[in-house]
């Protein structure tokens, strides 16, 4: 059974790094792409960006690019959304999913980011 | 980058309606088109993809047509868990995504 299970729920103050995860079961990790998805409160889905996590290969939203670092560890089947220094604008939830050729078959439960001073 | 269109943005039908919702590309994207539902403080489920095939257990009273710049979602007889907010998302062929803006089934 394919599976995306993300990191818990972060409450972090602005200016502070942030990296939460997605780890894959259930099917060759190496073989398809990893998107990353935003959702802010109220909000509609945002694309952020995508790896593959087989060669790292990574592509950004004008949107996002800057503003976000997408990575993956193959080793451990786990791709990555970090932040260098949060804004409290970057409060949302954000969902990985896969890519399957041609759309987002499989989603993560998400992971509810807050930042708050 | 491509822009989706998607409309309307919000609208109310009753149980049993034929409701469509459609999403415009400024330009063409084949086939790569799918449509999702998601409800209050769910993970988006996808209904359709590649713009008319049905992903596996979904009813199939939703369906999915178009090509080129012009898709659409029909859901033929409205059931009361079908009131959510949908998404159509397209990609291109450098893997850009874009989701719709959102159209908000309520009911009426």
């Known amino acids: 059974e394919v599976q995306l299970v993300q990191s818990g729920a972060e409450v972090k103050k602005p200016g502070e790094s942030l990296k939460i995860s997605c780890k894959g079961s259930?099917?060759?990790?190496?073989?398809?792409?990893i998107g990353w998805v935003r959702q802010m409160p109220g909000k509609g889905l945002e694309w952020m960006g995508i790896?593959?996590?087989?060669?790292?290969?990574?592509r950004y939203s004008p949107s996002f690019q800057g503003q976000v670092t997408i990575s993956a560890d193959k080793s451990i089947s786990t791709a990555y959304l970090q932040w260098s220094s949060l804004k409290a604008s970057d409060t949302a939830m954000y969902y990985c999913?896969?890519?399957?050729?041609?759309?987002?078959?499989?989603w993560g439960q998400g992971t509810l980011v807050t930042v708050s001073s | 980058d491509i822009q989706m269109t998607q409309s309307p943005s919000a609208m109310s039908a009753s149980v049993g309606d034929r409701v469509t919702i459609t999403c415009r590309a400024s330009?063409?994207?084949?086939?790569?088109l799918a449509w999702f539902q998601q409800k209050p403080g769910k993970v988006p489920k996808r209904l359709i993809y590649?713009?008319?095939s049905l992903q596996s257990g979904v009813p199939s009273r939703f369906s999915g047509s178009g090509s080129g710049t012009e898709f659409t979602l029909t859901i033929s007889s409205l059931q009361p868990e079908d009131f959510a907010t949908y998404y159509c998302l397209q990609h291109n062929s450098y893997l850009l995504f874009t989701f719709g803006q959102g159209t908000k089934l309520e009911i009426k």
């Open positions: 790896i593959y996590p087989g060669d790292s290969d990574t």
């Open positions: 330009q063409g994207i084949s086939n790569y």
């Open positions: 590649a713009s008319s």
């Open positions: 259930g099917y060759s990790f190496t073989s398809y792409w």
């Open positions: 999913a896969r890519y399957s050729g041609y759309d987002l078959d499989y």
